[in-house]
Nanobody
Framework: QVQLVESGGGLVQFGGSLRLSCAAS????????MQWYRQAAGKERERVAI???????NYAKSVKGRFTISRDNAKNTVYLQMNSLKPEDTAVYYC?????????WGSGTLVTVSS
């Protein structure tokens, strides 16, 4: 059974930093593309970062230069380092992967940035 569990969210002040983690079980992340999404209240879910199996990365324009996605295959975990946080980064953050043709999502972790 595939499970993704996010952690690391919380309340942070404008300009602060947080590191989110996404721990996987039931599959090896080594060969998988991993993605971080976020969904703010009243808005659609949007992808913010992606990392491939060969460690290539891509970011949404809104977070480029501030967020960094990384992976530790030995720990079967993906991270999202978020720096210079802004109130508009407030959202529930989800990790996602595709495995055997199915989408798997974690339950999310809430990030709140105060101004």
């Amino acid at each position: 059974q595939v499970q993704l569990v996010e952690s690391g969210g919380g309340l942070v002040q404008f300009g602060g930093s947080l590191r989110l983690s996404c721990a996987a079980s039931g599959l090896s992340l080594r060969a998988n593309v991993m993605q971080w999404y976020r969904q703010a209240a009243g808005k659609e879910r949007e992808r913010v970062a992606i990392i491939t199996s060969d460690f290539s990365t891509n970011y949404a324009k809104s977070v480029k230069g501030r967020f960094t996605i990384s992976r530790d295959n030995a720990k079967n975990t993906v991270y999202l380092q978020m720096n210079s946080l802004k109130p508009e980064d407030t959202a529930v953050y989800y990790c996602k992967t595709v495995f055997t043709g199915m989408d798997y999502w974690g339950s999310g972790t809430l990030v709140t940035v105060s101004s």
